[in-house]
């Protein structure tokens, strides 16, 4: 098999091949183009055709790809992503130095001749058979642009490719024909633009816009000469004559194609010489493709973007449909990122959760009644290194989370409390909740078969002097599970599952919920993007809006641009309002004096709920304002991190809570991002206290997620083990270790339930 010279050079084999083409291909013009009515051409070739008249004769032009810009919500840009680095410009917006330098090296008789340039077949012909290698080609302009146009339209597809570019006569002769029709429905101009928009200059860089901006950081209409010439060069072969690699082989090429343009008289000889003196004047831009490159840390919102795009059918009847629109690009998407937002919840990661640390965090912000995403964010950024991730923490396996999101703990407990006061139960209804009990049975299902505790499970609170009885507001604020059992025995398990439904609360595998009482207590993986939304529901009076991250897209094909559909916020009413504010005012207790003070904001109305799973694998707040809903997750993606007796940010922690760490980090990322916007307030209902001479007998010197942390008791923190092995699961899940926490969490059938 002949091989290619380094430099893109052609062995003898090649060239031999090459000069046999041309003179067949001269002969095949002349009997077949020249004289169309002698109609067969009588090639035996491989490849060839049998008739020059029964070659198709359309040239269906695919869109030209172009990069696709991904903004924020002011339409600052967060990143550019592409299949080809393209911008498409118009002919006016191109150097005029430019179209001379390309028409003068490519093809100096392009406003001459018509498709096919019979004179420069027989020059080249001629001059091939003097020298005995080939030195000079016969395509025109017009007939390179119509094989670009082959290559285009293959894509990445490397058979199609193959396809495109194989040097067979039939292929040469489709290509001539072709041509023939460009010339005819196009004109020289129009051609030379489409050319300069197709061509590929290198270093990523389709098109002369964006060959421009890589080489000189500049547009194509202000190109000076030598610059127009040594990208005027490159064409023939980017490999060879790449400027950034080999600047003596660049340079030898421009200044062949400055004298080529004084040959021709686009410039003087004095003007080429001087033009010849002057440096190359790189000034390279580098490649920034995909989200990766995303500012504002914003590349896990930016690759959300990306799977929202794929797999909504707004954007396309199939994934492959919209795919292809995607790759096409041409693209400029206006997303819901609120830079303020942004950067205060990366901060606040970054203040409390160090990059190198056993255990990663991850919170999303979502705006209540627009379901807007606001921000989000976590602590393992985007790459392929140590400490660095794919995996965005904040959403479903299916757009590009973890497997199975993460154990929610007693952040689930606010959607039982819901579904009982649907159900008609009062903001004051109590249960004996002793420390310890097995989980009641029978609790009645939606299928009608009830659910039966045959393993005899038992479920304690976190320490033994928290004994009932309790009503509601006082067993939030404490997040005391032998009463969240009890309520959901009293009112079975179909009411949950139809409000977890209503809030759209689905596992992080896109499961549905299992119907089993320790679901109640956080025992399945959840995402934090769904966490924050079912939550905004509360903060929007009960009404729960599908998140959205699209604004608006507007889409250019070629110079023309459209706007697109995008994807609404579906918003449905999951609860009347009377129970959102009775949840609002029962979770505003969580933060006055409950388990998350150390998460409550000083300065505007707020509500939100800690959660710690079992081993402590999984820490949670979930908390919003009136106007902004967040959820904070923090543990190890593997779950195979116990956060006990460990550093997270620089401090130490003997036991971590959903108060303790994550709480606060919410605390600083909603701080933040509200600074200088409204604050607005709950529409809170009153809740007669507790009986006070009742003496309960209550442990007041510790809740798990307090900040008050009980003596070590020997028992290294498993006195609250909730049980709840119902899946019959362990709740250690997932693979083992790969370094900088990169792994996907486990499903995660363990208890779950800690505050």
């Not at 005029?96 to 090296?105: G, L």
């Not at 008789?109 to 420069?120: N, P, Q, S, V």
């Not at 008609?424 to 009830?450: D, F, L």
Request: charge should be neutral.
């Amino acid at each position: 098999m002949p091989k290619k010279r380094s430099g893109g050079g052609l062995s003898p084999t090649q060239q031999a091949a090459k000069f046999l083409g041309v003179s067949v291909l001269a002969g095949a013009v002349l009997a077949g183009i020249a004289l169309p009515a002698v109609g067969a051409l009588g090639l035996a070739a491989k490849g060839s055709v049998e008739s020059f008249d029964a070659l198709p004769a359309n040239l269906k032009t695919p869109p030209l790809s172009q990069r696709t810009t991904i903004l924020d919500a002011e339409g600052g840009t967060i990143a550019t992503v592409y299949s080809r680095d393209r911008t498409v410009v118009d002919l006016k917006d191109i150097s005029p130095y430019m179209q001379k330098a390309i028409v003068a090296i490519e093809d100096s008789r392009f406003y001459e001749h018509g498709a096919i340039d019979l004179k420069g077949v027989l020059r080249a012909l001629n001059k091939n058979a003097r020298s005995g290698e080939v030195s000079e080609g016969a395509s025109t302009l017009t007939q390179q642009y119509v094989k670009n146009v082959f290559v285009e339209e293959a894509g990445d597809d490397p058979t199609k490719v193959a396809q495109a570019t194989q040097q067979t006569i039939g292929r040469k002769i489709q290509e001539l024909k072709l041509a023939i029709q460009v010339e005819e429905e196009l004109g020289k101009k129009k051609i030379l633009e489409n050319y300069l928009n197709i061509t590929f200059f290198g270093q990523q860089a389709y098109g002369v816009e964006a060959a421009s901006q890589r080489y000189f950081s500049k547009h194509a209409k202000d190109l000076n000469v030598q610059e127009a010439a040594l990208l005027a060069g490159i064409v023939q072969s980017p490999s060879r004559y790449d400027p950034v690699n080999d600047e003596a082989e660049a340079t030898k090429r421009r200044n062949v194609v400055l004298n080529r343009m004084a040959q021709v008289g686009d410039i003087s000889t004095a003007e080429a010489e001087k033009a010849k003196k002057a440096p190359l004047g790189l000034k390279v831009s580098k490649p920034k493709n995909g989200c990766i490159t995303a500012v504002k840390n914003a590349s896990f919102f930016c690759d959300y973007v990306r799977e929202v795009f794929l797999s909504d059918k707004v954007f396309g009847k199939t994934r492959k449909d919209r795919a292809k629109v995607w790759n096409q690009g041409g693209l400029t998407i206006r997303t819901t990122l609120d830079p303020q937002a942004q950067a205060s919840v990366q901060q606040s990661l970054k203040d409390h959760v160090n990059q190198s640390d056993s255990v990663a965090a991850a919170s999303t912000l979502v705006e209540p009644g627009t379901g807007k995403v606001l921000a989000m964010g976590q602590t393992k950024p985007y790459g392929y290194g140590k400490n660095e991730t794919e995996i965005n923490y904040s959403v479903d396996h299916g757009m590009g989370g973890s497997n199975y999101g993460f154990p929610t703990g007693s952040t689930f407990k606010p959607f039982v409390a819901a579904a009982a006061l649907e159900e008609g139960r009062p903001a004051t209804q109590e249960y004996s909740s002793p420390y310890e009990m097995p989980y009641p049975e029978p609790v009645q299902t939606c299928s009608g078969k009830p659910w039966m505790n045959t393993a005899g499970e038992k479920v304690p609170n976190e320490s033994e002097s928290e004994v009932g009885p309790y009503r509601l507001k006082e067993a939030m604020a404490l997040s005391v599970n032998t009463y969240f059992v009890q309520m959901v025995a009293d009112i079975g398990l179909c009411p949950v599952m139809k409000m977890t439904d209503a809030l759209h609360v689905v596992q992080g595998s896109g499961e549905k919920l299992p119907e089993v009482p320790a679901v109640s207590l956080g025992s399945k993986g959840v995402a934090p993007l769904t966490m924050a939304s079912a939550y905004a529901a509360f903060a929007s009076r009960g009404m729960y809006c599908t998140p959205i991250v699209i604004e608006s897209i507007t889409q250019k094909i070629g110079n023309k641009q459209k706007s697109l559909d995008v994807p609404k916020s579906t918003c449905s009413r999951a609860m009347s309002e009377k129970t959102a504010d009775t949840v609002n005012t029962l979770l505003q207790g969580v933060v006055d004096s409950g388990t998350g003070k150390e998460a409550g904001l000083t300065d505007r109305a707020n509500a939100g709920k800690t959660g710690t799973t079992d081993e402590r694998k999984n820490a949670w707040f979930v908390g919003y304002t009136p106007n902004l809903s967040g959820a904070v997750w923090v543990g190890s993606a593997s779950q195979q991190v116990q956060m006990k007796n460990i550093t997270i940010g620089g401090q130490y922690h003997e036991l971590v809570f959903g108060g303790a760490v994550p709480g606060p980090i919410w605390k600083d990322a909603m701080t933040g991002a509200l600074a200088g916007k409204n604050s607005p307030s709950f529409n809170l209902v009153h809740i007669p206290d507790e009986d006070k001479d009742k003496d309960k007998g209550k442990n007041k010197d510790k809740d798990e997620d307090s900040d008050k942390e009980k003596p070590d008791d020997g028992n290294n923190g498993d006195d609250g083990f909730i049980g709840g092995l119902t899946d019959g699961g362990t709740g250690n899940g997932g693979p083992g270790g790969f370094p900088g926490g990169n792994l996907i969490q486990g499903p995660g059938n363990g208890p779950g339930g800690r505050r």
